[in-house]
């Protein structure tokens, strides 16, 4: 390996794609990808890692990057959080049905058990035993406490009073969620304790609160939360705090930062969970003391049972020392303190029949065969079907209709088939055949093959044609979505209504549609089997969002075209660079016709040559485009049919140019500070809040005499009732427009 080895540059692009991706799934709780997509990703990273031998602590964490939000004051953590050291199975290592198994039943093959949880917590104990110049047989006191799937909190109390609450953020610094927490009713708000002290824990969602909270947003047509956890972040970062009442957020506290506090306390874990609970602090019940790692580990396989029947999710157990005046002298590495560690449970396994397989046909024409299984429940819900990625993994996996299959959910959420029981295999049936022809147009498929960084071969199966109906209604739908044009009432299934019943093929073509057009339209029968119109006032809200969207700008323009390879980061990177649809277009034209000056610019790792050819006329590289996904992103915008979507969206008056910052400052606006609450007509409080922003003035979360304007909306809270008390200026959303076009 030399310094110029073009895998490194892979490894750093594969990490920093990994990282957007943990940015978006912790922090923004609104992942892009499936968890399997992401998964794959991370493979290929290790992969290459091992090939590299990179070091494991110099490897990827999938650890939250930040979870800092816009318009929350942050503050430094007077300690970091870290996360904890992690001792789970590998994939094919020792698990059945989903358990880890007992240390007896472990080979002795020492490199094998290793790989293993237990091999992981072995290894973790003889160190820190070394370091505590303990024998192998002298006694260790281990506490095991359930580790909570919530969103870690830091609380300050002084004078008896929770006086802050602040989120992890990256780590050293955190959002102040002090309101939120407070509304929450998760953590008492006095103690008997008067000095200042800090104390972290969890706050979490329990299950009924969030079957609550998604029954509320299906009522209002909104997306559901895939999960407690992403419920809980979502909550917590709402800036009209009172909203959090009586949502059900509880918490469980576990940890005093030593040196934190001035007061004296017992110098154990077990003793200092007791004294939280004193106080009045939620503690966890599933916590115990115990003698040594191998009690540790049977007790933590043990928790499994418990685990089923608690009311919330946990993802694992933590075992900490339960000396805490080894955790100053301990201290930490970069990302992990090193009195702890965590056990992971191995994701849930139940093995089900495969009756049939069937494809997909995705937004890029990408054909993915999908596992048709007999339902069965797994990790909270019922599973009958799981992608199955791609037609070279069903031959490698040798998975054949009628087998039976074993089956789990990446990261709790994303079902997988992670193998076949060939014990039970009785079908005759042989090896599926890879398909020739797209299952909904009959066109014939295109087989892509694509190395990977470590060398395998990668096979995709795509169907060429760009009006497929499966593609055209994908695209459609992506389109719409939250992370491209953001058009709010134009889901999944009116999308089918209107490609079905108004012939709509193209995006362009959405923003001819008229209110009485959609008031007509029947949507799908529901379970009694009646018709619903879609009706009036969701007619205009479409219509009005469709308006809206027009103004968002040319790098959600480009993300929502369904091109492979040009997602968001790329688009953002783009309209940036570009400005403009035309520039962007021109460019285009020049790298595909070959010129030098435009090939050069736009790809990264260029051997040493062409970096004197740039040099020499003058060329500055944009960084991020790989040869492939240039080459793929190139040829597709300049494709008649893109080309032809562009000018559509241009000529019903669609904003092709990049959004800058602060567009343009306007005079009612620039400087001014504003707080939005309750919902408003037409706008969504992130579209007001960009809007407030390109004009140069800012957003705030809580209402204050430093206000300028409250924007209120319909059921504005008590936000509302605060301006009116400081006399602060009420406006709604029509009049915040006569500002901003002022
Ligand atoms: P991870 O983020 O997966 O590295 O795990 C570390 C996080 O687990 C901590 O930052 C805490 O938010 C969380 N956690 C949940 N329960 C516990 C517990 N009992 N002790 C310590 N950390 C916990
Ligand atoms: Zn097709």
Avoid at 203 to 220: D, Q
Avoid at 268 to 279: D, P, Y
Avoid at 338 to 363: C, D, H, M, N
Avoid at 411 to 419: C, D, R
Wanted: charged residues 25%; contains cysteine.
């Amino acid at each position: 390996m030399t310094e110029t080895d073009p895998r490194l540059a892979e490894l750093a692009a594969l990490n920093a794609e990994l990282q957007a991706h943990d940015q978006r799934y912790y922090a923004a709780a609104a992942p892009t990808v499936s968890d399997a997509e992401y998964d794959d990703l991370k493979d290929r990273y290790e992969r290459l890692a091992d090939e590299l031998g990179v070091p494991l602590t110099e490897r990827h964490q999938s650890t939250p990057g930040s979870d800092h939000s816009d318009g929350f004051q942050t503050v430094r953590h007077d300690q970091p959080m870290l996360s904890l050291e992690k001792a789970n199975t590998e994939a094919d290592a020792f698990v059945r049905e989903g358990e880890d198994v007992a240390i007896n039943d472990l080979p002795d093959d020492r490199e094998f058990r290793k790989r293993t949880s237990w091999g992981k917590l072995e290894i973790w104990e003889r160190a820190r035993r070394k370091e505590l110049d303990l024998s192998i047989a002298a006694p260790l006191s281990l506490v095991i406490e359930p580790k909570i799937d919530g969103m870690s909190v830091s609380l300050m109390y002084d004078r008896g009073q929770l006086v802050r609450a602040v989120t992890r953020g990256d780590g050293i610094e955190g959002d102040v969620i002090t309101a939120q927490v407070r509304e929450s009713g998760a953590v008492p708000l006095t103690i008997s304790e008067q000095h200042k002290f800090e104390v972290r824990g969890e706050l979490y969602l329990p299950h009924a609160a969030f079957t609550a909270l998604n029954a509320e947003l299906s009522a209002a047509g909104e997306k559901l939360l895939v999960n407690p956890r992403n419920g809980c972040a979502g909550l917590m970062k709402r800036k009209d705090a009172e909203v959090l009442r009586g949502k059900g957020v509880q918490s469980f506290i576990y940890f005093i930062p030593p040196g934190l506090h001035v007061m004296p306390l017992p110098t154990t874990q077990t003793e200092r969970l007791a004294w939280l609970k004193k106080q009045g602090f939620s503690v966890h019940h599933g916590t115990t003391t115990v003698n040594g790692m191998e009690a540790a580990y049977a007790a933590c396989l043990a928790y499994t049972v418990q685990r089923a029947l608690l009311d919330h999710d946990i993802d694992g157990m933590v075992i900490k020392l339960d000396d805490t005046t080894t955790y100053n002298r301990f201290g930490e590495t970069e990302h992990h303190p090193r009195w702890g560690i965590a056990y992971k449970f191995p994701p849930e396994r139940r093995s089900t029949l495969l009756r049939a397989i069937t494809i997909q046909v995705g937004k890029t024409g990408r054909l993915t065969p999908v596992a048709e299984l007999d339902p069965v429940f797994i990790a909270g819900s019922t599973v009958s079907r799981a992608s199955l990625h791609n037609f070279a993994e069903i031959a490698a996996k040798d998975i054949r209709v009628g087998d039976t299959v074993i089956v789990q959910k990446a990261g709790e959420i994303i079902p997988q088939v992670v193998a076949v029981d060939k014990s039970k295999r009785t079908t005759t049936a042989s090896a599926i055949a890879w398909p020739t022809e797209c299952p909904t147009c009959g066109t014939a498929v295109v087989v892509e093959r694509r190395p990977d960084p470590s060398g395998k071969e990668n096979v995709s199966h795509f169907c060429p044609n760009f009006a497929c109906a499966d593609q055209v209604r994908e695209r459609l739908r992506h389109f719409a979505a939250r992370d491209a044009m953001d058009i709010r009432g134009l889901g999944p299934a009116v999308v089918d209504v209107l490609v079905s019943y108004c012939q709509i093929t193209r995006p362009d073509q959405l923003f001819h549609l008229t209110a009485e057009q959609l008031a007509g339209l029947s949507l799908e029968a529901d379970v009694n089997d009646k018709r619903r119109t879609f009706g009036q006032k969701s007619a205009d809200n479409l219509i009005a969002a469709l308006a809206g969207a027009k103004a968002q700008g040319l790098a959600k323009v480009l993300a929502g075209l369904s091109i492979s390879g040009l997602g968001t980061k790329l688009s953002d990177d783009f309209a940036a660079r570009f400005g403009s649809w035309d520039a962007l277009h021109a460019f285009a034209v020049a790298y595909i016709a070959g010129d030098r000056h435009a090939v050069l610019s736009i790809r990264k790792q260029q051997k040493r040559e062409e970096q004197m050819e740039a040099a020499a006329l003058g060329v500055v590289p944009m960084s991020g485009v790989d040869e492939t996904t240039a080459d793929n992103v190139f040829h597709q915008l300049v494709s008649p049919a893109i080309v032809a979507v562009l000018k559509g969206l241009e000529a019903v008056g669609v904003d092709l140019t990049a959004k800058q910052i602060v567009t343009a400052a306007k005079a009612g606006v620039a400087g001014k500070t504003f707080v939005l609450t309750g919902s408003m007509p037409t706008w969504s409080r992130s579209e007001a809040e960009s809007a407030i922003k390109a004009a140069g003035g800012k957003t705030s979360g809580s209402v204050s005499k430093k206000t300028d304007y409250v924007v209120a909306g319909s059921e504005a809270g008590s936000k509302l009732e605060k301006a009116q008390a400081l006399g602060v200026h009420v406006i709604d959303e029509a009049q915040l427009k006569v500002l901003l076009s002022s």
